[in-house]
């Protein structure tokens, strides 16, 4: 069971970066998909959810910015930024959770998963 976050970087405020993260070991159209994002001196935030109906869901912050989405043939989660600030800097984990296995944290916002990546750093600057 492995997940793996790519597509951070640097990048000027206005600016877009696309994420992605391979999952592995899951079969992954079985489960809801998220992710979160921990920025420097703060607790991990909930960033956007999609269920494996497709419904898709935003805090508040990056909704109109950002998109989530999944390729179920390739195993893969995306996550579209546009319009990127300043406080979207932060480390970016794709994250899932299933009924046993892996070990369980959670959110500031009380949600709790028990897989994640290992991280992408995403760091928005002039």
């Known amino acids: 069971v492995q997940l793996v976050e790519s597509g951070g970087g640097l990048v000027q405020p206005g600016g877009s970066l696309s994420l992605s993260c391979a999952a592995s070991?899951?079969?992954?159209?079985?489960?809801?998909w998220t992710w979160v994002r921990q920025a420097p001196g703060k607790e991990l935030e909930w960033v956007s959810t999609?269920?494996?109906?497709?419904?898709?869901y935003y805090q508040d912050s990056v909704k109109g910015r950002f998109t989530i989405s999944t390729d179920n043939a390739k195993n893969t989660l995306y996550l579209q930024m546009n319009s990127l600030k300043t406080e979207d800097t932060a480390v970016y984990y794709c994250?899932?959770?299933?009924?046993?296995?892996?070990?369980?944290?959670?959110?500031?916002?009380?949600?709790?998963?028990?897989?994640r990546g290992q991280g992408t750093q995403v760091t928005v600057s002039s």
């Open positions: 070991g899951f079969t992954f159209s079985n489960y809801h």
């Open positions: 994250a899932t959770k299933t009924a046993y296995g892996g070990s369980k944290f959670v959110t500031s916002d009380g949600l709790d998963y028990n897989y």
């Open positions: 999609i269920l494996n109906s497709g419904s898709t």
